[in-house]
Protein backbone atom coordinates (compact mmCIF):
# COMPACT_ATOMS: atom_id res chain seq x y z
CA UNK A 1 0.00 0.00 0.00
CA UNK A 2 2.95 2.23 0.92
CA UNK A 3 4.67 1.93 -2.18
CA UNK A 4 1.61 2.41 -4.47
CA UNK A 5 0.68 5.70 -2.17
CA UNK A 6 4.46 6.87 -3.16
CA UNK A 7 4.29 5.70 -6.76
CA UNK A 8 0.53 7.97 -7.02
CA UNK A 9 2.26 10.72 -5.34
CA UNK A 10 5.07 10.53 -8.11
CA UNK A 11 3.37 10.32 -10.71
CA UNK A 12 0.86 13.59 -9.94
CA UNK A 13 4.04 14.94 -9.23
CA UNK A 14 5.60 14.42 -12.81
CA UNK A 15 2.43 15.55 -14.24
CA UNK A 16 2.05 18.40 -12.41
CA UNK A 17 5.99 18.99 -13.54
CA UNK A 18 5.23 18.25 -16.75
CA UNK A 19 2.04 21.04 -17.29
CA UNK A 20 4.00 23.82 -15.91
CA UNK A 21 7.06 23.05 -17.98
CA UNK A 22 4.27 23.17 -21.32
CA UNK A 23 1.94 26.10 -20.39
CA UNK A 24 -0.44 27.50 -23.78
CA UNK A 25 1.64 30.51 -25.62
CA UNK A 26 -0.66 33.72 -25.50
CA UNK A 27 0.45 35.68 -29.05
CA UNK A 28 -0.50 39.45 -28.97
CA UNK A 29 -0.17 41.26 -31.77
CA UNK A 30 -0.43 44.71 -33.55
CA UNK A 31 0.47 45.82 -36.49
CA UNK A 32 -0.31 49.43 -38.45
CA UNK A 33 -0.63 51.35 -35.38
CA UNK A 34 0.96 54.49 -37.30
CA UNK A 35 2.25 56.94 -34.01
CA UNK A 36 -1.53 56.54 -33.21
CA UNK A 37 -0.51 57.28 -29.34
CA UNK A 38 -3.82 59.12 -28.17
CA UNK A 39 -7.16 57.31 -28.27
CA UNK A 40 -8.75 58.67 -31.32
CA UNK A 41 -10.32 62.60 -31.12
CA UNK A 42 -12.92 62.19 -33.79
CA UNK A 43 -14.96 60.09 -36.04
CA UNK A 44 -16.87 56.68 -35.38
CA UNK A 45 -13.82 55.55 -33.07
CA UNK A 46 -13.91 58.45 -31.13
CA UNK A 47 -12.06 57.61 -27.77
CA UNK A 48 -10.81 54.32 -28.91
CA UNK A 49 -7.55 53.02 -29.50
CA UNK A 50 -4.20 54.63 -27.41
CA UNK A 51 -0.98 53.68 -26.03
CA UNK A 52 -2.75 53.51 -22.56
CA UNK A 53 -5.47 51.34 -23.64
CA UNK A 54 -3.05 49.04 -25.41
CA UNK A 55 -0.36 48.73 -22.64
CA UNK A 56 -3.29 48.31 -20.21
CA UNK A 57 -4.87 45.35 -22.15
CA UNK A 58 -0.95 43.58 -22.58
CA UNK A 59 -0.76 43.89 -18.92
CA UNK A 60 -4.17 42.26 -18.12
CA UNK A 61 -3.47 39.57 -20.01
CA UNK A 62 0.29 39.03 -18.76
CA UNK A 63 -1.14 39.15 -15.05
CA UNK A 64 -3.84 36.75 -16.19
CA UNK A 65 -1.23 34.13 -18.02
CA UNK A 66 2.23 34.72 -16.75
CA UNK A 67 4.14 36.96 -18.74
CA UNK A 68 6.67 33.91 -19.73
CA UNK A 69 3.69 32.26 -21.62
CA UNK A 70 2.76 35.78 -23.44
CA UNK A 71 4.45 36.60 -26.73
CA UNK A 72 4.28 40.49 -27.86
CA UNK A 73 4.98 41.48 -31.64
CA UNK A 74 4.24 43.92 -33.83
CA UNK A 75 3.49 43.12 -37.87
CA UNK A 76 5.35 46.81 -39.26
CA UNK A 77 4.35 50.45 -39.83
CA UNK A 78 4.66 51.80 -36.15
CA UNK A 79 5.73 55.13 -38.18
CA UNK A 80 3.94 58.00 -39.62
CA UNK A 81 0.66 59.17 -39.60
CA UNK A 82 -0.04 61.93 -36.56
CA UNK A 83 1.97 64.67 -35.43
CA UNK A 84 3.75 62.18 -33.37
CA UNK A 85 5.58 61.31 -36.00
CA UNK A 86 5.65 64.40 -38.59
CA UNK A 87 7.22 66.85 -35.40
CA UNK A 88 9.09 64.03 -33.18
CA UNK A 89 10.54 61.67 -36.06
CA UNK A 90 9.32 58.66 -34.75
CA UNK A 91 11.22 58.41 -30.95
CA UNK A 92 7.77 57.99 -29.35
CA UNK A 93 6.80 55.13 -31.21
CA UNK A 94 10.52 53.29 -30.41
CA UNK A 95 10.01 54.69 -26.46
CA UNK A 96 6.50 52.72 -26.57
CA UNK A 97 7.52 49.49 -27.74
CA UNK A 98 9.86 49.24 -25.73
CA UNK A 99 7.96 50.28 -22.65
CA UNK A 100 5.25 47.67 -23.49
CA UNK A 101 7.70 45.31 -24.09
CA UNK A 102 7.68 43.81 -27.11
CA UNK A 103 9.29 40.64 -28.59
CA UNK A 104 9.88 41.32 -31.75
CA UNK A 105 9.16 44.46 -34.41
CA UNK A 106 8.58 43.85 -38.37
CA UNK A 107 9.18 46.64 -40.45
CA UNK A 108 6.85 48.47 -42.41
CA UNK A 109 7.15 50.71 -45.84
CA UNK A 110 6.60 53.46 -43.39
CA UNK A 111 9.49 52.91 -41.30
CA UNK A 112 11.83 54.31 -43.95
CA UNK A 113 9.50 57.44 -44.89
CA UNK A 114 12.35 59.51 -43.11
CA UNK A 115 15.19 57.78 -44.77
CA UNK A 116 17.48 54.87 -43.96
CA UNK A 117 19.84 56.67 -41.78
CA UNK A 118 16.69 57.84 -39.69
CA UNK A 119 15.52 54.18 -39.31
CA UNK A 120 19.13 53.04 -38.17
CA UNK A 121 19.08 56.18 -35.89
CA UNK A 122 15.83 54.85 -33.81
CA UNK A 123 16.30 51.37 -34.30
CA UNK A 124 19.26 51.63 -32.15
CA UNK A 125 16.95 52.76 -29.26
CA UNK A 126 14.61 49.58 -29.82
CA UNK A 127 15.11 47.29 -27.20
CA UNK A 128 13.12 44.37 -29.37
CA UNK A 129 14.61 42.32 -32.60
CA UNK A 130 13.78 44.14 -36.00
CA UNK A 131 13.18 41.69 -38.71
CA UNK A 132 13.21 41.63 -41.61
CA UNK A 133 14.43 38.74 -43.86
CA UNK A 134 13.40 39.41 -47.89
CA UNK A 135 15.67 42.23 -48.12
CA UNK A 136 19.45 42.46 -47.98
CA UNK A 137 20.50 45.36 -46.01
CA UNK A 138 24.13 44.94 -47.16
CA UNK A 139 26.53 48.34 -47.28
CA UNK A 140 23.05 50.26 -45.65
CA UNK A 141 23.18 51.32 -42.32
CA UNK A 142 20.68 48.67 -40.87
CA UNK A 143 22.91 45.89 -42.04
CA UNK A 144 23.97 45.18 -38.73
CA UNK A 145 20.85 46.19 -36.95
CA UNK A 146 18.43 44.55 -38.79
CA UNK A 147 18.36 40.53 -38.79
CA UNK A 148 16.15 38.30 -41.02
CA UNK A 149 14.98 36.17 -37.56
CA UNK A 150 15.29 36.08 -34.30
CA UNK A 151 14.22 33.02 -31.88
CA UNK A 152 12.29 34.00 -28.58
CA UNK A 153 11.42 31.54 -25.55
CA UNK A 154 8.25 31.91 -24.02
CA UNK A 155 5.79 28.65 -22.54
CA UNK A 156 8.63 26.54 -22.26
CA UNK A 157 8.94 26.98 -26.43
CA UNK A 158 11.32 27.36 -28.79
CA UNK A 159 9.56 29.74 -30.79
CA UNK A 160 11.42 31.28 -34.65
CA UNK A 161 10.18 34.27 -35.81
CA UNK A 162 10.98 36.04 -39.56
CA UNK A 163 10.29 39.61 -40.96
CA UNK A 164 8.70 40.40 -44.61
CA UNK A 165 8.59 43.43 -46.16
CA UNK A 166 6.76 44.12 -49.51
CA UNK A 167 8.23 45.51 -52.30
CA UNK A 168 9.13 48.87 -51.37
CA UNK A 169 9.35 50.33 -54.87
CA UNK A 170 5.68 51.08 -54.87
CA UNK A 171 5.35 52.51 -51.73
CA UNK A 172 8.95 54.20 -50.56
CA UNK A 173 10.60 56.79 -52.27
CA UNK A 174 12.27 55.27 -55.08
CA UNK A 175 16.24 57.12 -53.50
CA UNK A 176 15.35 54.93 -50.63
CA UNK A 177 14.32 51.71 -51.94
CA UNK A 178 16.48 51.59 -54.57
CA UNK A 179 19.76 50.93 -51.95
CA UNK A 180 18.24 47.65 -50.45
CA UNK A 181 17.67 44.47 -52.67
CA UNK A 182 14.32 42.66 -52.68
CA UNK A 183 14.06 38.85 -52.32
CA UNK A 184 10.57 37.24 -53.11
CA UNK A 185 9.17 36.40 -49.55
CA UNK A 186 8.35 32.80 -50.99
CA UNK A 187 11.86 31.69 -51.06
CA UNK A 188 12.99 33.25 -48.16
CA UNK A 189 10.53 32.09 -45.89
CA UNK A 190 10.84 28.19 -46.76
CA UNK A 191 14.43 28.75 -46.17
CA UNK A 192 14.68 30.02 -42.73
CA UNK A 193 11.39 28.01 -41.50
CA UNK A 194 13.15 25.35 -42.13
CA UNK A 195 16.33 26.29 -41.06
CA UNK A 196 14.40 27.10 -37.38
CA UNK A 197 12.56 23.76 -37.13
CA UNK A 198 15.55 21.86 -38.03
CA UNK A 199 18.44 23.13 -36.98
CA UNK A 200 17.57 25.39 -34.23
CA UNK A 201 14.86 23.25 -32.95
CA UNK A 202 11.95 25.53 -32.93
CA UNK A 203 8.69 24.30 -31.77
CA UNK A 204 6.58 27.13 -33.57
CA UNK A 205 7.66 29.49 -36.37
CA UNK A 206 5.78 32.46 -36.75
CA UNK A 207 6.00 35.21 -40.08
CA UNK A 208 5.33 38.64 -39.13
CA UNK A 209 3.99 39.52 -42.32
CA UNK A 210 3.84 43.26 -43.89
CA UNK A 211 3.08 41.80 -47.20
CA UNK A 212 -0.87 42.51 -46.92
CA UNK A 213 -3.98 39.99 -46.45
CA UNK A 214 -5.08 39.74 -49.75
CA UNK A 215 -5.29 41.72 -52.98
CA UNK A 216 -1.58 42.20 -54.09
CA UNK A 217 1.26 39.62 -55.11
CA UNK A 218 2.87 37.74 -52.35
CA UNK A 219 0.21 38.62 -50.20
CA UNK A 220 -0.68 36.36 -46.86
CA UNK A 221 -3.29 33.96 -48.52
CA UNK A 222 -0.59 33.14 -51.50
CA UNK A 223 2.48 33.08 -49.22
CA UNK A 224 0.54 29.86 -47.15
CA UNK A 225 -0.35 28.06 -50.33
CA UNK A 226 3.44 27.74 -51.71
CA UNK A 227 5.42 27.75 -48.22
CA UNK A 228 5.86 25.16 -45.80
CA UNK A 229 6.96 24.89 -41.84
CA UNK A 230 5.32 28.17 -41.21
CA UNK A 231 2.82 27.73 -38.19
CA UNK A 232 1.11 31.32 -37.79
CA UNK A 233 1.32 34.44 -40.21
CA UNK A 234 0.51 37.85 -38.15
CA UNK A 235 -0.15 40.08 -40.87
CA UNK A 236 -0.13 43.91 -41.67
CA UNK A 237 -0.25 46.59 -44.29
CA UNK A 238 -3.82 45.80 -45.48
CA UNK A 239 -5.19 47.09 -42.63
CA UNK A 240 -7.68 44.08 -42.92
CA UNK A 241 -10.21 43.48 -40.06
CA UNK A 242 -10.72 40.00 -39.36
CA UNK A 243 -13.67 38.88 -36.78
CA UNK A 244 -11.61 35.79 -36.01
CA UNK A 245 -8.27 33.76 -37.40
CA UNK A 246 -7.94 32.28 -40.76
CA UNK A 247 -6.96 29.30 -41.29
CA UNK A 248 -5.25 27.90 -44.66
CA UNK A 249 -3.53 24.78 -46.09
CA UNK A 250 0.06 25.03 -47.25
CA UNK A 251 1.65 22.93 -49.93
CA UNK A 252 1.88 20.20 -47.05
CA UNK A 253 -2.56 20.32 -47.05
CA UNK A 254 -1.04 21.35 -42.87
CA UNK A 255 -2.65 24.24 -41.23
CA UNK A 256 -1.37 27.20 -40.74
CA UNK A 257 -3.38 30.79 -39.23
CA UNK A 258 -3.05 34.07 -40.34
CA UNK A 259 -4.20 36.71 -38.16
CA UNK A 260 -4.03 40.59 -38.58
CA UNK A 261 -5.19 43.35 -36.23
CA UNK A 262 -6.68 46.07 -38.16
CA UNK A 263 -5.31 49.48 -37.78
CA UNK A 264 -4.08 52.68 -35.45
CA UNK A 265 -4.31 50.20 -32.75
CA UNK A 266 -7.57 50.17 -32.06
CA UNK A 267 -7.74 46.88 -30.83
CA UNK A 268 -4.76 44.05 -29.22
CA UNK A 269 -4.94 41.11 -31.64
CA UNK A 270 -4.81 37.41 -29.28
CA UNK A 271 -4.19 34.68 -30.52
CA UNK A 272 -4.37 31.34 -28.03
CA UNK A 273 -2.27 28.34 -29.14
CA UNK A 274 -2.76 25.26 -27.02
CA UNK A 275 0.49 22.74 -27.58
Not at 65 to 92: R, W
Not at 189 to 217: F, N, Q, R, T, W
Request: aromatic share 6%; with cysteine; proline share 3%.
Amino acid sequence: MMIMRRLLLTMAALAAFTAAQAQDLVILHMNDTHSHVDPERSGKHAGKGGAIEQAAYIDEVRSEVGKKNVLLVHAGDFSQGTSYFTELGGDMEISLLNAMGYDAVALGNHEFDNGMEELARRLKSLKAVPVCANYDFTGTPLEKLVKPYTIVRKAGRKIGIIGLLPDLMDVVDASIASQITFIAPDKVVDEYAVYLKDEKDCDLVVVLSHLGYEGEPYTDRELVAVTRNVDVIVGGHSHTKLKDKKVFKNVDGEDVVVVTDWKWGLQVGRLDIDF
